[in-house]
């Protein structure tokens, strides 16, 4: 059997394809991943369901993806700044622009230790690779200097965010989120559809 869902702000609909026709389950609030989880493995009350065509699961499918949806970001969370060592660069940003260090992490994942910094409410997150095979190694390789990426905290959901990014035609990178620095859900849309800019987004992961 085969699924298909779409997202559109306070709707989620999932379809369930057999043969030549689709059962429609409709979800008239936001729904985390979790819950999503959850209601394939147990019965879920206030969902409304019933079977279609084609050519209606087309119409309902093409209906919701068309109506516009502005993504709920909340603030920019971090700037990612890719460096050679985060030793060596350190000293600028606490001696000569006098801002704190407040957290040093590596995420294995990745091949990357961080460093965290903070202005007002926005962070600085220094990048240094610790494996050659890491993508900011291969980015400071080919030449990329200063900001990495830009992070952007989203309300609605890493998850949903990036379905509804992906069928707005934005190419993703992450196509679900995975954990992050500093206990974060993270999810990387790619740099040639999003104006050149490296976007991340994010959210907490107990959220």
Known sequence: MEFTKVVFGDVFCLFLREGAFFLVFVFPFPIKSRIFVKFLWHAVSG????????????NIYYLIKSRKFIMKISR?????????????????????LGLKCYAVEEVADQKVKTAFLKVGEVKLELL??????????????KGGKGVH????????????ALVEAEGKGVRLIDKTPRPGAEQMMIGFLHPKTTAGILTELCEPQNK
């Open 149 to 160: 990426h830009v992070a952007f905290a989203v309300e609605d959901g890493v998850a949903e």
């Open 128 to 141: 240094e690779p610790t494996s050659p095979e890491s993508a900011v190694a291969k980015w400071l390789e």
């Open 76 to 96: 920019i969370d971090h700037l990612g700044i890719g460096v050679e060592s985060i030793d060596a660069v350190l000293p600028y940003f606490e001696n000569v």
């Open 47 to 58: 969902v409304s369901y019933s079977f279609c065509d084609e050519k209606l699961h087309n």
